[in-house]
């Protein structure tokens, strides 16, 4: 069980998309268990396979914090058919990243996602044309006015791609504001390399905004251009790929805040 773990389900580097890249070419594994279920544990939720713990390539058991996140990983592997396809394994790929990846090296994660704070996204916005600044204003604006409001983190925006300093003030509160726990902070940064924001990442951990629309705001400068240029089969086979990760880091932080 732990081969098949390291060769296809194991911890990524926290970047989904390599992840799926590198789990896409590694060798398939015939299904080789009846059934998937959840157990208490010490570690709290343990993914079993016909009543055998699953270890992660760590040797730490697979566990969850919340039972609805276990019951998810579960349910991948339930679904899956004669042969395993770790694609279709989001939450169980992210449950390896984080219990492997985040618990011991917390503070090394933080800093990562507060580089975005930097640079993020939301900062860089377009000239013209006049219905895509619109559209950039209506998404990343209420982001941005919460973060200046709830956090007391005031932003600079800029036009176009050129540079702009933050102030000290805004990145120090951003960077206080982000969790502390390995699971949270593990699905704070898959949101945030896939969306290219943290502020929306950390508007998603506080129930600031909800899954559908950080995935919309993130989305503004490609639905644009699908719409103006028309959609492109292969940027769309990307975007289904990232959204099935965003999708299960999204429903981790949705588990934790209830």
Not at 36 to 63: C, H, I, N, Y
Request: no cysteine.
């Amino acid at each position: 069980m732990r081969e098949l773990f390291e060769e296809g389900l194991g911890p990524s580097p926290l970047d989904p998309q390599e992840a799926a890249r590198q789990s896409a070419h590694g060798p398939q594994r015939r299904r080789f268990y009846k059934a998937a279920e959840v157990a208490a544990s010490e570690e709290g939720f343990a993914l079993t396979l016909d009543g055998r713990p699953v270890k992660t390539p760590g040797r730490r058991a697979v566990a969850a914090p919340v039972r609805s996140i276990a019951e998810t990983m579960a349910a991948e592997w339930n679904a899956q058919g004669e042969m395993l396809d770790p694609l279709s394994m989001p939450m169980t790929r992210l449950a390896n990243s984080v219990i492997d990846g985040v618990t011991d090296r917390r503070e090394a994660v933080a800093d990562d996602i507060a580089k975005y704070f930097g640079s993020d996204l939301l900062f860089y916005r377009a000239g013209h044309p006049e219905g895509l600044v619109a559209r950039q204003a209506q998404h990343w604006n209420p982001v941005l006015d919460w973060a200046r409001e709830t956090l007391g983190a005031h932003f600079m925006l800029a036009e176009g791609i050129i540079h702009v300093r933050q102030p000290d003030a805004a990145l120090a509160a951003a960077r206080a504001a982000l969790p502390a726990g390995p699971w949270p902070l593990g699905a704070l940064h898959v949101v945030t390399a896939i969306t290219g924001s943290a502020l929306l990442g950390l508007a998603l951990a506080r129930g600031a905004r909800d899954a559908d629309a950080v995935w919309a705001a993130a989305n503004v400068d490609e639905d644009w251009n699908f719409a103006t240029w028309g959609e492109d089969a292969e940027a769309l086979a990307r975007r289904a790929a990232a959204h099935r990760d965003f999708s299960a880091a999204a429903g981790v932080l949705k588990a934790l805040a209830g």
